[in-house]
């Protein structure tokens, strides 16, 4: 049974904020703009399952956990799971990542200039 993600056991493991401009080939693909390619990494560092389903992101960038698939609500331990800007741009740039999954796509975009993001 997971537990509920809280400070001692979710973080934000990385912000790709400011990802390069789009190549000719991601261009002509469609995928115009830098914020395509941002994304957020989460990494359970806690002991247990957790569960993602009642988190959100509600500065800097929005996006309810509760909207993705169940199947994705909980992240093991030590597992990374993705929210990106863009999931068809992510995937054409980064292609699919083996063992990381990706939970959906926020709205808005990451500052480059730096801002608050907040995860409850």
Partial sequence: MPVPAGAANLVISELHYAPSAPTTDEAAAGFTAGS?????????????????????????????????????????????????????????RYGILSGVRILGQFGGNLSNEGETVTLL
Avoid: K
């Fill in 36 to 92: 395509d390619f941002e994304f957020v990494e989460l990494l359970n560092v806690g002991p247990q399952n957790v569960d993602l389903g009642n988190c959100r992101f509600v500065e800097g960038i929005t996006y309810a956990f509760g909207s993705a698939d169940p199947v994705s609500l909980a992240l093991a331990p030590g597992e990374r799971a993705l929210v990106v800007g863009n999931e068809a741009a992510f995937e054409f």
